[in-house]
């Protein structure tokens, strides 16, 4: 039997979520635990690898777990789940799915979502989960240069040369359907979503659009900056610790059994 | 020179803002920071007294400042107490005020935010800033309740049992005027304003609602509980963790100079 499992996690103290060489992945405590509870349940395939200190609320995985092992009601299986599992870390939700269900493979979409704190001492309460700018910013011109990034375009300036160098061959053509900013007092929240996301793209978007509300690029620049088609035409990469998974989008084929 | 301070703090790890013989309170860390660059800064006076784990984001304190040593733009203020401060302890704003303003005494009102996560399993994210309750919860009814406790009451019956022993003098009657609930999917924000609180009211508040929700008390049983002026006819005490002193409020006349 396959399962869609949605994890959350506070990312702080993780290399991510694949497991690394570097410190521990996500991934890696979710195996630990499954495998507590049943023998031969196999990897976790999740839809996105998220990148050391980036946090997660609605990242979607798939397991298989055998027939025979499986006695519990699903409704059950977070948790029992969360019960071997550090508080860092949560199975929100677990659902059967069908034999052939890929949380990557399936994927239509992600949404993720980057936290700002625009004040000049940062919010203790935020301080892993938001980045400190203390800059005024011009949200009318950091409005306009994100809707540019709307669309079907070539996202290589925005992307971790990652992308470049290992993955040559791989289109960076991607299509975002959603980059959008609101302000609640000091607090910005990007929401920002599409079909797929290079190597720190996200980050990449929202350092650069930063970077306009500072004055430092023009809204117009983005346009020049998708042109070239190189990293470093596109404003800097966010630090890690502001960005959220926030969900997967699947079709509605996709999960049900 | 007397200040006006609006400190943030992650009440996690203190023993709430007072200097307690039990643990560390934020009051002893502010005031160490002040000392570091005024010798003769003395005691800081603050709005209200927040119990260990509850969080602040705006803690409003005045600390008087000698003349003789305040040598820096008061905009400075913030960025140069920060500098001597631990990073779950933020001072976000600091301004020059009249010498008879008193942080507690000209206080004409606080506004608090609680946090729950209505979801079968915790946020990681917000682990330490909301109480986790798994059982589905009636807002209907909890928003009916909640507008019985607006308005002038004696709210005995959700404070805590010290305004009885130590207190019993005081007037227990608080004038609240605000209690709502939002919901945003498994975030429920309880927002509680009025002219002032006894010990543990918001808290009391909180776990009473919270137990309309889940259908132990009807609405109009929050009628017989404001009658019957006695702790042991409220619900339960939410806990700690959930709990954000959010903005103290002035009159116009009482900061400015």
Redesign the interface.
């Known amino acids: 039997m396959r399962f869609k499992l949605t994890i ?3 990312g702080t103290n993780y290399a991510g979520w694949q497991v690394q060489k570097t410190g521990l992945g996500v991934q890696q405590r979710v195996e630990e635990a499954l495998q507590k509870i049943f023998a031969d349940a196999r990897q976790v395939h999740s839809s996105s690898r998220t990148d050391t200190g980036v ?1 997660a ?1 609605g990242m979607v995985a798939h397991v298989e777990i055998p027939d025979s092992e499986f006695k519990m009601p699903v409704a059950k299986l ?2 029992a789940l ?1 019960a071997h599992l550090p ?7 677990a659902a059967r799915c069908r034999s052939d269900f890929h949380a990557r493979f399936d994927a239509a979409g992600k949404q993720y979502r980057y936290f700002v704190w625009n ?7 935020l ?1 892993h ?1 938001a980045w400190l700018v203390h800059q005024p910013l011009n949200l009318g011109a950091m409005r306009a240069a994100a809707r540019l990034l709307l669309g079907k375009h070539d996202f290589t300036s925005f992307a971790g040369t990652r992308n470049c160098k290992l993955y040559k061959m791989e289109s960076a053509v991607r299509t975002v359907t959603r980059c959008d900013i609101r302000r609640a007092g000091p607090l910005l929240t990007f929401t920002i979503e599409g079909d797929g996301f290079l190597y720190k793209m996200c980050r990449g978007f929202v350092g650069t659009l930063v970077q306009v509300g500072q004055g430092k690029f023009s809204p117009n620049d983005i346009k020049q900056m998708l042109a070239r088609k190189d990293r470093r035409a596109g404003g800097m990469t966010a630090p890690a610790h502001g960005l ?1 998974l926030w969900k997967v989008l699947y079709g509605r084929r996709s999960t049900s059994r």
Chains 1, 2 share one sequence.
């Open positions: 959350a996690y506070d946090h609320l977070p948790l969360n508080e860092d870390i949560r199975v929100l939700a004040h000049c001492a940062m919010n203790p309460l301080r989960q959220v």
